[in-house]
């Protein structure tokens, strides 16, 4: 018993921990669910098995002393064969339906190979219930299924979970999109991003830095060169805490970091664009890298 305990035990944690790459939390809470099920009914089974010993060892007891040892074992003897009898009966219908072996002879077949000679045996009745149900079960399948399609095939479950999936897929890039900061920020290139951070751009920057980034009060975002940085990194900081020293306020208060993700990414495509009347460049030079 405990072996057996033990050997579940062990399958289940080598289950869950060789499927943690690939199972969801909840879908681990659901196999943890079903492997304790599946445990709790084993040793219930076993349970029932252990009173039944018991309460057979102890109805023998009780006969003897009830009835005197010759008499009780005679008694006990006849309730022995009546139970199996009766497990006689269940295995004789449901689980061979063989003939008894003094009855062979009449289901001998008249050829022999070798000194072996065959029986024309009945299949047993529990192969036979599942071969005729699995013949049901395939008809009724095809029926709903093919006929008249009111089952989902597979590639309609699969187009259903895909769907089902892009759907996650941007809640959670949604739901991630405002966790977004200066370590973390990458160069969006998608027209709708790039767009948004135009108007985004228009709306807050253009009294300071131009509607085309020529600059005015504020620096020029088409040249080379930058006074803090021109890293994507170093522009999205400089926009999202500003710089208070030369006037420039804190965005961070105002603008999600989606917000500034945006504007700097459009930012970024002004590089070199050399509109008309350009401010003259003000601090240090600074040489592109592949940031994409």
């Known amino acids: 018993m ?29 196999f943890g669910t079903l492997s304790i099920l599946v445990l ?9 098995i252990t009173m039944y010993k018991v309460i057979t060892s102890l109805s023998k007891e009780l006969i003897l002393l009830s009835q005197g040892k010759k ?18 009966k269940i295995n004789q219908n449901i689980f061979t339906q063989a003939v008894p072996i003094e009855q062979e002879a009449d289901i001998t077949f008249n050829h ?7 029986l024309d045996n009945n299949l047993p009745p529990w192969w036979l219930s599942l071969f005729y149900g699995s013949i049901i079960f395939a008809v009724v399948y095809l029926f709903y299924y093919h006929v008249s399609g009111k089952g989902d095939l597979s ?25 977004v900061d200066e370590n973390s920020v990458v160069i969006l290139t ?15 920057c253009i009294a300071c830095h131009g509607a085309l980034g020529e600059g005015g009060v504020g620096p020029n975002l088409t040249d080379a060169y930058w006074l803090h940085g021109g890293s994507i990194k170093d522009i999205f900081k400089t926009i999202k805490y500003g710089v208070p020293a030369k006037g420039m306020i804190a965005w961070e208060s105002q603008l999600k970091p989606k917000q ?19 401010k003259a460049p003000q601090g240090e030079i600074y040489e592109e890298k592949n940031e994409e």
């Open 71 to 88: 008499e009780g074992q005679q008694a006990w003897k006849e309730r022995q064969e009546e139970a199996e009898s009766f497990w006689s």
């Open 112 to 118: 022999e190979y070798d000194g072996i000679r065959e």
């Open 2 to 30: 405990k072996h057996l305990l033990l050997l579940i035990l062990f399958v289940q944690a080598n289950n869950l921990f060789a499927q943690e790459d690939i199972m969801t939390y909840d879908k681990a809470l659901e």
């Open 260 to 278: 500034i993700q945006e504007v700097t990414s459009y930012i970024h495509t002004l590089k070199g664009s050399k509109p008309a009347n350009g």
């Open 40 to 48: 709790a009914i084993i040793l219930t089974f076993v349970a029932l």
């Open 190 to 204: 998608s027209d709708v991003d790039i767009e948004s951070g135009q108007t985004t751009f228009k709306t807050f």
């Open 155 to 179: 590639i309609t479950e699969y187009n259903k979970e895909m769907a089902i999936a892009a759907e996650q897929k941007q809640a959670y890039l949604a739901s991630q999109a405002n966790t």
